[in-house]
């Protein structure tokens, strides 16, 4: 390694102040320019037709009419997209995605694209298309889908981590296991055992922005893309491998984003503007509808889930088992693989096993969704959790800390922990004066852990020293959280400047080495470690030229403060040369003063949190209103203590819309019944109490100012700690989410009867 | 050096969960594992992590392992 990663433990002057973001004024005055912003002379309106079947082979298409409409410019089907993926299922997969090949797979569907000079333009030629459908058999339950009468969504699928390997398709892409010790054996010693089912609804990530892009290709194949993405890099590496491109004749911008949260790491309508655009030789602007995103961009996984714990009187547990059915759309996916990787991983099990099964249906393709499966994962566990500490007669944290993983404990999922969080937010937790306020009629408590994995990747940054004394630093991971504010931050800190003479960009594709897409609460980790790197090579620089100045050896010079000063007896005579009066002189000292660094910022930290909530159940209407809601969670070291509890709340409320609400509504002929926020309701502010937060900090070893990614874990335990508080409040086990008003007086009844 | 498995990733190495591998580096250990079991190629190609001694590196190849590491090869994680 070309730099020390390791944790310094040094002091801060900076990192760690609450400064005002620097998007800010752009957001609150309309400045800022997002996905649908941009413009360009020329450019055509593109829509996108899409299957109003569940399933259906595609017989024909006739796009004759639209094709003739004045104003339309081009029409697109699968025959213009050949294939290029070399044999590579998972770019097929993406392909067959953006645009059905022979096959409707789910409602909303792609099957067809126009670009036209307007929108009326494009939509009457939408209309003028027709599609020759044969319906087929559907299936959009997780459940029904695995059962051997359910209708094959594709024929080649075999499912995979089975032995010997199974020769027929199957709607069940992948099995996947982990776990430890004998399960069996663990259950005998256990004095109590419970076991209980589970299941959760698919939901979206429900971002403000739709997705949206500005798309210019060449008959050269030169282009350009406008668009709002998490990672437009690899945006660019996916759109040149599907339509044959040169990877570096393609330059991507991402705009400001309106939230992703997962569901803007994969593609789903760019390659069809690109496409289009080539066609017609002209820029084609394509933003998505509402109604699109829902049906036809990733949500999370619907999921069935069966959980088996037992322990010892004593509380210690002696064994678990979960059993985890994800469905991932109509494309195979690994989201019961992490369901079950997660499942048990706050806990130290000596026996300990979780099987993953990831299952077909016609629904569409399910992307990453903020620690995409752990969520769905600790409902089950941590509602068994909380069944198991009630019947030992153990409160619900003493029975978590006690059986909670440490360093040095063997994660369910395989690997030695190092220094964990886990511990220490339970302890905070057991002392937080929200679990010592009283509860009335109608009301429950209920607390749950959560864990996510968090990573790094390739990250490359570059920071550049104006004459003035400015700094710019351009980094390539997009920032949907306030990681411009952050590594500014950073910035400041290792050069010694104020917070305000630092601006951050997001570098565009043809700026910067490759960055890996802002994903698995990387962001702020890796393009902050990457920062340091690059002020520390220009601090060198600034050192040189202080050096230079003086006539002096450079290893008499050292920065501090923001300044170069001379070391030693022999240079008494010589005064601190500031940041800016060195840049004020780099013209004539050699010319611009500039620190580069690209970093393969691995060793993210898994990360940890704790949550309690209080609720209130109306048990004639069966609401529910949030009354408290706490969330403790560590951040290796805080970097804008506001942004993290941000994080923190963000993902809370998300959590609370999960539990409560959220819900995609399938109706027997398979097609999505809610595709709108009117009927698919997310949490709004007055829904909402204050999101406590409680901000540990743990150092991350592997990262120089011990910095832990934050963005992802704070959506996991929000399901289990409504579900236990809702459970506690109307004295019925909740098993299924959303806990929305008809299920919790449904769930009343049957207690009662 | 011993190299723990599971999952679809065991499936490849024989149904294995435990197998015996050589390599001063993550990426000297991935050679030789794939040498033993050239079924692994396609999961390292769409991607692996390898956790030594708790710690889970995706990427850095030219990582150490350490003499009688906890080594653990994982599936590659992906994040929302």
Known sequence: ?753 | MEVQLSGILSQAADGARLVECTGATIGELLQSLVLRYPEMQKHLDEGVAVAVNGEIYRDRQDQPIPTNADVFLLPRIQGG
């Open chain 1, 1 to 753: 390694m070309p730099y020390e990663t390791d944790f310094t433990n040094q002091g801060f002057t900076k990192v760690g102040t609450r400064v005002n973001r620097p998007d800010g004024v752009d957001k609150v005055t309309g400045r800022a320019k997002y996905g649908a912003d941009a413009n360009a002379a020329g450019q055509l309106v593109g829509r996108v037709l899409r299957s109003p079947h569940a399933h259906a082979l595609i017989t024909k298409i006739d796009t004759s009419k639209a094709e003739k409409l004045p104003g339309v410019k081009a029409v697109l089907t699968s025959k213009d997209f050949p294939d290029l993926t070399g044999g590579n299922r998972g770019l097929m997969d993406i392909l067959e995605n953006c645009m059905a090949r022979g096959r409707a797979l789910y409602d909303g569907h792609a099957v067809a694209a126009v670009a036209a000079i307007d929108a009326d333009t494009a939509d009457k030629a939408l209309k003028l298309i027709k599609v020759t459908y044969k319906l087929l058999p559907h299936v959009t339950d997780v459940d029904e889908a695995m059962k051997p009468s359910a209708p094959i969504i594709h024929d080649w699928v075999r499912t995979a981590g089975v032995t010997p390997a199974p020769t027929a398709a199957s709607n069940v892409a992948q099995r996947s296991e982990f776990g430890h010790g004998d399960v069996e054996a663990g259950f005998e010693q256990a004095d109590v055992i419970i076991e209980k089912s589970f299941k959760t609804e698919q939901t979206h990530q429900g971002y403000i922005e739709p997705h949206a892009c500005l798309a210019t290709l060449g008959p050269d194949g030169s282009g350009e893309l406008w668009v709002t993405t998490q990672g437009h890099f690899t945006f660019r590496n996916v759109c040149a491998s599907l339509l044959g491109l040169d990877v570096a004749k393609l330059k991507v911008t991402s705009s400001e984003i309106g939230g992703g949260f997962g569901g803007k790491t994969h593609v789903w309508t760019e390659p069809v503007a690109l496409q289009l655009s080539r066609k017609a030789n002209r820029p084609v602007k394509l933003v998505m509808s509402r109604d699109e995103v829902f049906r036809a961009t990733g949500p999370t996984s619907s999921t069935s889930v069966d959980v088996k714990i037992g322990a010892k009187r004593n509380g210690k547990i002696t064994a678990a088992t979960a059993e985890l059915r994800y469905q991932s759309g109509a494309f195979p996916g690994m989201w019961a693989m992490f369901g079950a990787m997660t499942s048990f991983a706050c806990y130290d099990l000596k026996n300990v096993k979780s099987v993953g099964f990831d299952v077909l249906v016609n629904r569409p393709k399910v992307a990453a969704y903020r620690a995409p499966s752990a969520p769905m994962a600790a409902f089950a566990v941590e509602s068994v959790v909380d069944m198991l500490a009630a019947e030992l007669g153990m409160d619900a944290v003493d029975f978590r800390i006690k059986n909670a993983a440490k360093k040095g404990t063997k994660a369910s999922y395989g690997p030695v922990y190092g220094p964990i969080g886990i511990g220490p937010t339970l302890d905070a937790v057991k002392n937080h004066p929200h679990m010592k306020r009283k509860l009335g009629k109608n009301q429950g408590r209920g607390v749950a852990c959560g864990f996510w994995f968090n990573f790094g990747g390739q990250t490359c940054t570059d920071l550049n020293i104006g004459v003035d004394g400015s700094v710019n630093l351009t980094v390539g991971t997009v920032d949907v959280g306030g990681s411009r504010a952050s590594l500014a931050l950073i910035a400041a800190e290792e050069l010694g400047i104020d917070y305000d003479q630092v601006r951050v960009t997001i570098g565009d594709t043809n700026s910067l080495g490759h960055n890996d897409t802002t994903e698995g609460s990387r962001g702020t980790f890796s393009s902050g470690m990457a920062t340091i790197f690059a002020a520390r090579n220009a601090v060198e620089v600034l050192r040189q030229r202080a050096a230079a100045t003086w006539d002096i050896p450079v290893e008499q010079v050292v920065w501090e403060a923001g300044e170069a000063r001379a070391k030693g007896k022999q240079n008494n005579n010589l005064p601190p040369l500031s940041l800016k009066e060195i840049a004020a002189k780099s013209p004539r000292t050699g010319g611009p003063i500039a620190g580069h660094n690209e970093v393969v910022a691995d060793g993210a930290g898994v990360s940890f949190a704790s949550h309690m909530c209080d609720v209130e159940v109306d048990p004639e209407t069966g609401a529910t209103k949030i009354l408290r809601y706490t969330v403790v969670q560590d951040a290796g070291k805080a970097i804008h203590p506001d942004y993290v509890e941000g994080q923190f709340q963000g993902g809370a409320v998300q959590g609370i819309g999960w539990a409560l609400n959220e819900e995609y509504i399938y109706g027997d002929d398979g097609r999505l019944q809610n595709a709108g926020f009117l009927d698919y309701r997310i949490p709004v502010c007055s829904d909402l109490p204050f999101i406590d937060t409680q901000i540990l900090e743990i150092p991350n070893p592997n990262h120089p100012y011990g910095v832990r990614g934050v963005g992802e874990t704070s959506i996991v335990p929000p399901l289990a700690a409504i579900g236990n508080a809702v459970s506690n409040a109307v004295g019925v086990r909740m098993t299924h989410v959303p806990m929305s008003p008809p299920r919790i007086l449904k769930a009343i009844e049957d207690g009662q009867a």
